[in-house]
T-cell receptor, first 114, second 114 residues
Framework: DSGVTQTPKHLITATGQRVTLRCSPRSGDLSVYWYQQSLDQGLQFLIQYYNGEERAKGNILERFSAQQFPDLHSELNLSSLELGDSALYFC?????????????FGPGTRLLVL | GESVGLHLPTLSVQEGDNSIINCAYSNSASDYFIWYKQESGKGPQFIIDIRSNMDKRQGQRVTVLLNKTVKHLSLQIAATQPGDSAVYFCAESLYGGSQGNLIFGKGTKLSVKP
């Protein structure tokens, strides 16, 4: 168990809809990262937040947005969903103690868009 | 973990043998490298990392070797066990891993025969 939690575990929705994925980092970690894992693209970095502020941005679509709250949990919002958004979405956290750089991953949310 | 991509390289080894998983990274400026293990239905699990100022690092039953000249990374697993069966990903970072942008390889599926 990495200490990173994600909800929900599974999500089934329809095209055009909007969903919110939630992540709680390990206790004390300040950074939260979001990744998408699909069959054809592998693990792709989406976005990073550090202590509430956006720090780095990757291949995140404009339809997607994220935020990190004062209690350090993060949410990834996916809107106007398309079939191709079906994927596993992982959250990772880092920033505690001597292993500040190591990113620890949560169990993921499996999104299926029908 | 999920099979990433339609043509995931596969390594099949006998239980008790040593395994070597190879990875070619893309950016000569990358300064931090990390190996993850992903089991079916789970998120990537940290195995070992290495900075670019090192060429070898050892953990428990695992060794990572870094050859910057040819941009090559390898993970050696000693006395491979059935529980080591998983997909293994290497990842690289330009910013020491703490500023997002972990770039993941496509993964190698390790299958351990009892």
């Amino acid at each position: 168990d990495s200490g990173v939690t994600q909800t929900p575990k599974h999500l089934i929705t329809a095209t055009g809809q909007r969903v919110t994925l939630r992540c709680s980092p390990r206790s004390g970690d300040l950074s939260v990262y979001w990744y998408q894992q699909s069959l054809d693209q592998g693990l792709q970095f989406l976005i990073q937040y550090y202590n509430g502020e956006e720090r780095a941005k990757g291949n995140i679509l404009e339809r997607f947005s994220a935020q990190q709250f004062p209690d350090l949990h993060s949410e990834l919002n996916l809107s106007s969903l398309e079939l191709g958004d079906s994927a596993l979405y992982f959250c990772a956290s880092s920033g505690r103690g001597s292993d500040q750089e190591t990113q620890y991953f949560g169990p993921g949310t499996r999104l299926l868009v029908l | 973990g999920e099979s990433v991509g339609l043509h995931l390289p596969t390594l099949s080894v006998q239980e008790g043998d040593n395994s070597i998983i190879n990875c070619a990274y893309s950016n000569s400026a990358s300064d931090y490298f990390i190996w993850y293990k992903q089991e079916s239905g789970k998120g990537p699990q940290f195995i070992i990392d290495i900075r670019s100022n090192m060429d070898k690092r050892q953990g428990q039953r695992v060794t990572v070797l870094l050859n910057k000249t040819v941009k090559h990374l390898s993970l050696q697993i000693a006395a491979t066990q059935p529980g080591d069966s998983a997909v293994y990903f290497c990842a690289e970072s330009l910013y020491g891993g703490s500023q997002g942008n972990l770039i993941f390889g496509k993964g190698t599926k390790l299958s351990v025969k009892p």
